[in-house]
């Protein structure tokens, strides 16, 4: 049991340590990113004054997509 709870915790640290890689990269490569991400119809912007209001929902709408179809392809390629 104990070596079923430390194989376990392996991989989650694995995939977390994954996740970190993506997101720094993204961070890195953001600004050379393709312009229209950010500026998709559905995403909110507000300004007055010196205060900005930014709220990407229809990059989130597909952000989400995306990683449904990526998760879905490789739930179905891991059977």
Do not use: H
Not at 4 to 19: E, K, S
Not at 21 to 30: I, P, S, Y
């Amino acid at each position: 049991m104990a070596a079923d709870v430390t194989q376990v915790f392996g991989r989650t640290i694995l995939i977390l340590g994954m996740v970190l890689v993506v997101a720094g990269l993204f961070l890195l490569l953001g600004p050379r990113l393709p312009g229209f991400i950010g500026r998709l119809p559905g995403d909110m912007s507000w300004s007055r004054g010196n205060m900005r209001v930014y709220f990407p929902l229809g990059t989130c709408i597909l952000l989400s997509l995306v990683l449904t179809i990526l998760f879905s392809v490789i739930s179905w390629l891991r059977r």
